[in-house]
């Protein structure tokens, strides 16, 4: 490693800003001994890139799970002034609200077993997953242009949604100050036929269950309505897809030539940004509103379908069957949010990019059903290794602009791990261990191969260690379904 490194406190590493000409603050890593000599040095010169960005704030941090990304590493957290700092497309990522939503059942394992196959039979035919995939949902670019504005209030109106998934999504589902004006017709194009899908990559829709010897707190456990042995979950993971990558693509041209207008240099022409006060910035930030309302609505599209599935299969409605969702999560945005600095209270604009939102109880922005206890924050692992449901934190407030990790992070490329491991055998290994795998492609099935991710396990209790998020439960997956 090239840089200097300073040992805060056990798990969390400093970066000085005299290590980088430019830097305008520190640039803070966090993770065990063994993550951070894991990690390619391409994070480090990534987050100190971050933090000579105009504006910045405090630090750039990196969490546990980070690895080599465009722009900022996956996993950084960088929170700027509205007035003086900058939005970068590179800081929230090209799919935009990238995110993870997790329902529950009142169904068990000795229940769903039987019937697993049937049902992930009907799940893969009723979510379309895959490269260039298109969904059931057809609308006018008007009726488009509702959905980026309305996120899953349109859902509701549209009977897409329960009044409660509402609530049980980050923001409500829908964040303010959306502009479609400010979408192109292109970008406008590729995401109007995408709603309810889930696309390709490291997408995924997975039935878990929650392993009763692995509750960590149970009292924030039953809050999330976990109450019985080897209950059925469902976890979906995708985002904004091919609409929030042209946004994505758009402005960073547009931003190429606003920095020339305003003065900006950076060190990485992937950090291309705009001044966030700027029509530039301001242009940018409604058009990516628009993307994370879409997102909103593709997840909450999905659970309408998981729920017609099990419906199917179970003979049931999904209300007997206790298909609530427990909360909805964003990965890649942008938001405007509070902190204290300096004893100052602020609102800052704060980056995730593969990082999640971990705000503590009696945050006013998490819905009252879980205000006691804190936001659900829901950590996906690779399709082998399994997933973790924590609770947020007071600390992260304080500490890492109220963030925390967001899945495992990978440590080997798509093409590496093609390379080592062949689809059809990964696919029936994972049968022999009992669970049952729907791909449209094996090749994607590979790319995602358990051995291409880090431990989730030590990264979760990289975060537990913390403080800045807090382990309620394990999920282990049973059946796995992959574009």
Not at 210 to 236: C, H, S, W
Not at 316 to 331: F, Q
Request: net charge positive; aromatic share 8%; proline share 4%.
């Amino acid at each position: 490693m090239q840089y200097k490194m300073n040992k805060i406190k056990e798990g969390v590493w400093e970066i000085p800003k005299s290590e980088k000409e430019g830097m305008l603050v520190p640039a803070r890593v966090l993770g065990t001994d063994k993550l951070i000599k894991e990690m390619d040095d391409g994070v480090f010169n990534q987050v100190t890139n971050v933090a000579c960005l105009p504006g910045i704030q405090k630090y750039a941090l990196c969490m546990p799970d980070g690895h080599w990304g465009y722009g900022f590493p996956i996993g950084g957290v960088a929170a700027f002034e509205l007035e003086k700092g900058v939005i970068s497309p590179g800081g929230i990522g090209f799919d935009i609200n990238c995110g993870m939503r997790l329902v529950k059942t009142n169904l068990t394992l000795e229940e769903v077993q039987p019937k697993l196959p049937q049902l992930m039979d009907k799940i893969f035919y009723s979510v379309p997953a895959g490269v260039g995939c298109k969904g059931f949902v057809k609308l006018t670019p008007n009726q488009f242009r509702e959905v980026m504005v309305k996120g899953v209030d349109w859902c509701i109106e549209n009977n897409f949604a329960w009044k409660e998934d509402k609530e049980r999504t980050e923001e409500s589902g829908r964040i303010p100050g959306a502009k479609p004006d400010k979408v192109s017709k292109h970008a406008l194009q590729r995401g109007i036929e995408q709603l309810g899908t889930l696309g390709s990559g490291n997408h995924y829709l997975e039935v878990q269950v929650a392993l009763t010897d692995q509750v960590y707190y149970p009292e924030a456990a039953k809050v999330f309505g976990v109450d019985r042995p080897n209950q059925i979950f469902v976890m979906v993971h995708c985002g904004s897809r091919g609409f929030g990558h042209q946004i994505g693509t758009d402005y960073l041209r547009i931003f190429g030539e606003a920095m020339r207008k305003y003065g900006i240099k950076v060190l990485d022409r992937e950090l291309a940004c705009a001044p966030f006060s700027s029509p530039e910035g301001q242009d940018y930030f409604g058009a990516m509103v628009c993307a994370a309302n879409s997102a909103f609505v593709n997840r909450q599209v999905i659970l309408h379908r998981i729920r017609e599935a099990f419906s199917e299969v179970f003979k049931k409605d999904p209300k007997e069957l206790g298909l609530e969702l427990i909360y909805d999560v964003c990965h890649n945005i942008a938001k405007i949010e509070e902190y204290q600095l300096n004893g100052e209270t602020k609102k800052l604009l704060v980056h995730r990019k593969g990082a999640t939102r971990s705000f503590g109880p009696n945050r006013p922005e998490v819905t009252e059903t879980y205000r006691k206890i804190g936001q659900p924050v829901i950590v996906g692992g690779s399709m082998e290794t399994g997933s973790f449901l924590l609770v947020g934190t007071e600390t992260a407030h304080r500490e890492t602009f109220g963030s925390t990790c967001h899945g495992s992070g990978r440590t080997m490329s798509r093409t590496e791990a093609k390379r080592r491991v062949r689809g059809t055998e990964l696919k029936a290994n994972m049968e022999k261990r009992g669970m049952v795998i729907r791909s449209v492609s094996m090749s994607g099935l590979a790319e995602e191969a358990g051995i291409a991710y880090k431990d989730i396990s030590e990264v979760v209790d990289a975060v537990d260690a913390l403080g800045i998020s807090k382990k309620v439960l394990q999920l282990k997956p049973i059946g796995n379904l992959k574009g």
